[in-house]
T-cell receptor, first 114, second 112 residues
Framework: EPEVTQTPSHQVTQMGQEVILRCVPI?????FYWYRQILGQKVEFLVS????????KSEIFDDQFSVERPDGSNFTLKIRSTKLEDSAMYFC????????????FGQGTRLTVV | GENVEQHPSTLSVQEGDSAVIKCTYSDSASNYFPWYKQELGKRPQLIIDIRSNVGEKKDQRIAVTLNKTAKHFSLHITETQPEDSAVYFC???????????FGTGTKLQVIP
């Protein structure tokens, strides 16, 4: 069964450093998403991406964050100048169509900012 | 924006009993309501979903009901088993780009 894959599974970084989280969505999916889950809390939407541009973003997704689809398979989340409060599990997801369809989640990248 | 509230935050049931988790949403334009199960340290996985043109949907031991007028939907798990123990999240989606608003989660513990 096809699945969304994320790398790395765990990333430790110093405060102020930049990190790039990588995702390979399911190959025939067209919509891509990033979510964040702070330990013990709910999953929070960050951004959706379609046709090589951001289609929607939350208030969490400020200038510190950016997304990119650098080639035909990868979808990346860049966090510039990381802060302690960026420590969380970051999930990538993809869907075949936007709206009203099942989102397939990756296994997550646990980001720890020290 | 959409706001989804979920209750209870924790739920303990005896194996074999039923479990019910309830969610309310605020945006009347929301039209798709998935339920995700998340085991400790793992990704959320869809277990059932319902669209706004349907009042109830069932899949084996799991059912979801939707009341559009009252803007609430519920997850029902019958004949619970220890492997049902996990955190369950409801969600609501409106619009075409699937901005998913999740509930705060219910930690279900099924006691053998």
């Amino acid at each position: 069964e096809p699945e969304v894959t994320q790398t790395p599974s765990h990333q430790v970084t110093q405060m102020g450093q930049e990190v790039i989280l990588r995702c390979v969505p399911i190959s025939n999916h067209l919509y891509f998403y990033w979510y964040r889950q702070i330990l013990g809390q709910k999953v929070e939407f960050l951004v959706s991406f379609y046709n090589n541009e951001i289609s929607e973003k939350s208030e969490i997704f400020d200038d510190q964050f950016s997304v990119e689809r650098p080639d035909g398979s990868n979808f990346t989340l860049k966090i510039r100048s990381t802060k302690l409060e960026d420590s969380a599990m970051y999930f990538c997801a993809s869907t075949w169509t936007g709206g009203n369809t099942e989102a397939f989640f990756g296994q997550g990248t646990r980001l720890t900012v020290v | 924006g959409e706001n989804v509230e979920q209750h209870p935050s924790t739920l303990s049931v005896q194996e074999g009993d039923s479990a019910v988790i309830k969610c309310t949403y605020s945006d009347s334009a929301s039209n798709y309501f998935p339920w995700y199960k998340q085991e400790l340290g793992k990704r959320p996985q869809l277990i059932i979903d319902i669209r706004s043109n349907v009042g109830e949907k069932k899949d084996q031991r799991i059912a979801v009901t939707l009341n559009k007028t009252a803007k609430h939907f519920s997850l029902h798990i019958t004949e619970t088993q220890p492997e049902d123990s996990a955190v369950y999240f409801c969600a609501a989606i409106s619009g075409g780009y699937q901005k998913v608003t999740f509930g705060t989660g219910t930690k279900l513990q099924v006691i053998p």
